[in-house]
């Protein structure tokens, strides 16, 4: 079992940068990749990025291209998303994952709050 813990969320404006991060505690062995989902209210949950744990292989949806960078630091734990350039459309709920293969997601972070004014 891996526990995930968000922090960073809040308000900003748009335009602004927020940086949300993840803390990754229990059977930190397991990892095989990182990720950072978000959901809008009334819309799907949508992978926004992920990393290969201990590699620098990373995917990110079209929309956030160029404007987010998520990061994975192995010896602390911890996997960040940098986000830049906000918009109102990146308003939603952040949640952390990690998967145990190439496929699966199997833990969760509780989310945190992103919040993006016009």
């Known amino acids: 079992q891996v526990q995930l813990v968000e922090s960073g969320g809040g308000l900003v404006e748009a335009g602004g940068s927020l940086r949300v991060s993840c803390a990754a505690s229990g059977r930190t062995f397991n990892i095989y990749r990182m990720g950072w989902f978000r959901q809008a209210p009334g819309k799907e949950r949508e992978l926004v990025a992920h990393i290969i744990w201990g590699t620098v ?8 291209k160029g404007r987010f960078t998520i990061s994975g630091d192995n010896a602390k ?5 940098q986000m830049n350039s906000l918009k109102p459309e990146d308003t939603a709920v952040y949640y952390c994952a990690a998967g145990s293969g190439p496929w699966s997601w199997n833990s969760w972070g509780q989310g945190t709050q992103v919040t993006v004014s016009s």
């Not at 292989?57 to 956030?64: A, F, K, L, R």
């Not at 734990?77 to 998303?81: A, D, I």
């Open 57 to 64: 292989s990373t995917h990110y949806t079209d929309s956030v």
């Open 77 to 81: 734990n911890t996997v960040s998303l």
